[in-house]
């Protein structure tokens, strides 16, 4: 059984220990034994059922009942015995604190700074508001028991919100809770929340980066200036793609991939032709003008450049991959299947 009593398991699980108390108070922690008997007549209402009755649980001993009671006295109570009231309020807490925090994780993006011009008007959402679940100003300080999500087993709201903003709402958004796979999910979720969304690159790494982006630009920019009004489906505001996949190829490489296919539309298709597939400049210049790029491709099919395929063959870090850019017609992905 989880032992953190977010679960909505504990409730159970704690009566099941009161009764056990009743029959045999050695049988239960010392600290719940004290508490037990702290509560004199409200005993009563830790076994309190519904009007239409329930039947015993049995959730104790499940897995290790030592561990599971340790940890939920620990979480609960700490060095010091609580009171019932004391018990419902941290539990109450507790599972607000980790609604907000799922609610980040699935609606986070939606307020990531992703318009550094403020040109659109910053939507409200309810969901992301700590006073959607009760939440007012003199909670923020509280320090709130998680279990470790996020990493923290005790947060202050404050806290919990500063670490959230940090991973969902920076200049990344993150949008991965629609994944059906629970695995690959986790993966995603262990991996943004380790680091906060946000990568530490060597001084190396950055230029790199840089280098690419530059390439990706200068192309874009080029192309504008000389071609005005020419059909190129840029990559305009996407430059990032060309050392995203750079990267791509560069770990594949270290993992043992020797080939790799690759699907996509028109936008950015060039700049991808040109800075990761090495098509040579002058080759899509060439067709620019209305040529070949080849003169021995004289009287083919006559496509347009955007459609247009090509393989290469190179080398990041010693390690050699077949790349193929597959052919694509019209504005239709249809090659995707095939790749």
Known sequence: MDTSFLSGANATFIAEMHRAWTDNPASVDQQWADWFSSLGT??????????????????????????????????????????????????????RAIMLIRAYRIRGHLLAKLDPLKLGEE????????????????????PIFINYVLGLEIATLNEILDVLKKTYCSTIGVEFMHIQDPEQKAWIQERIEAIGNKTDFTDRGKIAIYEKLVAAEGFEQFLHKKYVGTKRFGLDGGEALIPGIEQILKRGGQLGVKEVVIGMPHRGRLNVLNNVMDKPFRAIISEFLGNPA???????????????????????????IHLSLAPNPSHLEIVDPVV
């Open 294 to 320: 080849n003169p021995e491709e004289a009287g083919g099919s006559g496509d347009v450049k955007y459609h247009m395929g090509v393989s290469a063959d190179r080398v990041f870090d010693e390690n050699e």
């Open 42 to 95: 409200l005993s009563d209402d830790v076994e309190a059922v519904p009007d239409w009755g329930s039947g015993p649980s049995k959730i104790i001993g499940a897995n290790d009942p030592e561990a599971s009671i340790k940890a939920v006295a620990k979480g609960i109570a700490g060095d010091r015995v609580l009171m019932a009231g004391d018990v419902r309020s941290a539990t109450l807490d507790s599972l």
């Open 123 to 142: 939507e409200i959402h309810p969901e992301l508001d700590p006073a959607t679940y009760g939440f007012t100003e003199e909670d923020f300080d509280r």
